[in-house]
């Protein structure tokens, strides 16, 4: 009799387990709080990361006296659910190289572009040149090229970003998380398209 409850709970908790849908939401909150403070840092450079407090080690399971096929339940459901806190990691070795490129970009060559309106924000998270007539004819070439080493910059940001996550198919929300931050950051003068790619003036 006893096997016989075990064998019943043991496939209650399979099948149990088997109907808990495991969705992982992409943490847009969370994403946009670590995209404010890294678009921040590279715009100002004063502003230091804030390093995640470590998570608590989830304490083992006691058997007080439990069935362990009870256990076995406790196990499995709430590990499903603990999948799904909302948390999201932007800080790795190569993000920092990225974010040291970007801001000595932004207080030189880029950062210049960007006051003179030759280059604006574009809505899905890149820069790109609005009115080239604005740059000497001699330093068009040294300005296409900053654009587009930042760009790369980016492209391989918001790539990091999914990928440290655990979740390369983020990449594009991450990219428009930060879009809307670059945009929102930008300094007075400073130009951006809107949502119809029209040029707009900060």
Known sequence: MRKLVYVILTSLAVALAGCVT?????????????ADQFIGNVLEGTAPYATPAPKEPTPAVQNDGQHPSAML???????AYAADVPNIRIQTSATEAIRGRM?????????????????GFTRDGMVAMRDAAKVPLSQRAQANATVADENRDRAALYREIAHANNHPEWESQIRATFAKSWIEKARAGW??????GAWQKK
């Open 103 to 119: 801001h000595a970009r932004f207080q030189g060559a880029l950062g210049d572009l960007l006051d003179s309106g030759a280059v």
């Open 191 to 196: 130009y951006y398209q809107d949502a119809s």
């Open 73 to 79: 339940l406790d196990l499995l459901i709430p590990s």
């Open 22 to 34: 495991i969705n992982v939401y992409f943490p847009e909150a969370a994403a946009q709080k670590a």
